[in-house]
């Protein structure tokens, strides 16, 4: 019976935790969502008239729509999987700590070399997703480069020319993403 009800208050712990960071979740990207949508409309309104000759209707909506997407989507999520984490360790290292006391001190010396680490790693990943995201960007304006002129390509038979020139492209993204994953790997073996 009191594993019972020891099994019952981690439930019910989990479910309100569930709950409060769903709830935080969202109202922290409608907040956000509100601000950024005001300061938006503000510099909009207060831009000069020269602005608007020579940036078109599509762009700025584009920019909208884009930027409150982020926002609505990204947004939210990143704060519910932030108390998510937060409580999901908290609950960890507790019944750690109580179950196998001895741990503490092995549990300060991963927690050092993650704080030792990691803001490190994290500057060096955002740096490879972004190479990767640039190179990236080649692969796709040939695919979209080959689909439409892909009657011109076959008519004058450049098909293996076209195929080496984006395998090569393909390979330069996948340097940057291996980069990433190396980099991924070593971060997890250097902690665990």
Same mark, same amino acid.
């Given at each position: 019976m009191p594993w019972f009800k020891v099994y019952l208050y981690i439930s019910t712990a989990n479910a309100f935790s569930s709950f409060l960071y769903i709830v935080l979740g969202f109202v922290a990207s409608i907040r956000a969502s509100r601000t950024i949508f005001i300061l938006l409309l503000r510099r909009l309104t207060g831009a000069p008239l020269r602005f608007f000759d020579t940036t078109p209707i599509g762009r700025i909506l584009n920019r909208f729509t884009q930027d409150m997407g982020k926002i609505d989507g990204t947004l939210?999520? *990143? !704060? #519910?999987?932030? +108390? *998510?984490?937060?409580?999901? %360790?908290? !609950?960890?290292? =507790?019944?750690?700590?109580?179950?196998? @006391? !001895? %741990?503490? @001190? $092995? !549990?300060? +010396? +991963?927690? $050092?070399l993650y704080i030792r680490l990691a803001p490190g790693y994290i500057k060096a990943a955002r740096d490879l997703r972004r190479l990767e995201l640039v *190179?990236? *960007? @080649?692969?796709? =304006?040939? %695919? &979209?480069?080959a689909l439409h002129g892909i009657v011109h390509i076959r008519a004058f038979?450049?098909?293996? #020319?076209?195929? &080496?020139?984006f395998y090569k492209k393909v390979d330069k993204a996948q340097s940057f993403d291996h980069a990433y994953v190396s980099g991924l790997d070593w971060f997890t073996e250097a902690i665990f």
């Open positions: 939210s999520n *990143s !704060a #519910r999987n932030f +108390i *998510s984490g937060v409580l999901n %360790f908290l !609950a960890s290292f =507790t019944v750690m700590l109580v179950v196998v @006391p !001895a %741990f503490a @001190p $092995w !549990a300060l +010396i +991963i927690a $050092w *190179s990236l *960007s @080649p692969v796709m =304006t040939q %695919f &979209d480069e038979g450049m098909e293996n #020319r076209y195929q &080496d020139v």
